[in-house]
Every structure is written in structure tokens, then in C-alpha cells.
Nanobody
Framework: QVQVVESGGGLVQPGGSLRLSCAASRFIFSMYAMSWYRQAPGKERELVAALASAGGSTIYKNSVKGRFTISRDNAKNTVYLQMNSLKPEDTAVYYC?????????WGQGTQVTVSS
């Protein structure tokens, strides 16, 4: 009944850009806080960026500040992660997460590889 699906991953060269999309369905998208996480091989999953359900408040991992931007389009039930100035250390599987007090949904992830 609830779907959270990421897309937009791929291979990009260092310094390049990529935009990830997260499409959610079957719930009231605007009532959920949205976030992006990533997990590199052998490492813990970490928060990359988050956007509150109201007020437009954002949080970013320190290493991506100034390079990544999270945004949402409630009409399209979609959250985005614009990634600029990509570095090899950004390589990971990126996951979208939708949360409210009673629910917690994860997408299956999309691979981002930054390599020359």
C-alpha cells in the first residue's frame, strides 16, 4: 500500500552532478518528514540530508553542506536530492526515508558511483 521509490542514481565523474528523486505514494506526502541516507560498502548507513514535514527546515551532513540540496514537491509526492561537486567518497547506495510519528518507510536504494 505504501511505496517509496528512488531513482536517478548512476555513474558520474568527480566534480559532476546528479539529481536523485524519491517518489512516494499511498499516503499524505506532505505529512511526512523526508530524508536521504547513504551506505557505502562496509560502512554504517548515515544521514545525508533531511527536510521537515512543515516549515522547510533542512539538515545536512557536514561533508555535503554547500554541495547537496534537498527539496520536495508535495503536489508530485516527490523529494529530490541535488548533488553537485561530487567526490569519490560520495559513492554509496542512497536511500529515501519517509517518517511521521506513527510510520517509517524506506525505499530500496539507488546506487551512486563517483569515479573517473
Amino acid at each position: 500500500q505504501v511505496q517509496v521509490v528512488e531513482s536517478g542514481g548512476g555513474l558520474v565523474q568527480p566534480g559532476g552532478s546528479l539529481r536523485l528523486s524519491c517518489a512516494a505514494s499511498r499516503f499524505i506526502f506532505s505529512m511526512y518528514a523526508m530524508s536521504w541516507y547513504r551506505q557505502a560498502p562496509g560502512k554504517e548507513r548515515e544521514l545525508v540530508a533531511a527536510l521537515a514535514s512543515a516549515g522547510g527546515s533542512t539538515i545536512y551532513k557536514n561533508s555535503v553542506k554547500g554541495r547537496f540540496t534537498i527539496s520536495r514537491d508535495n503536489a508530485k509526492n516527490t523529494v529530490y536530492l541535488q548533488m553537485n561537486s561530487l567526490k569519490p567518497e560520495d559513492t554509496a547506495v542512497y536511500y529515501c526515508r519517509a517518517r511521521n510519528p506513527g510510520n517509517d518507510y524506506w525505499g530500496q536504494g539507488t546506487q551512486v558511483t563517483v569515479s573517473s
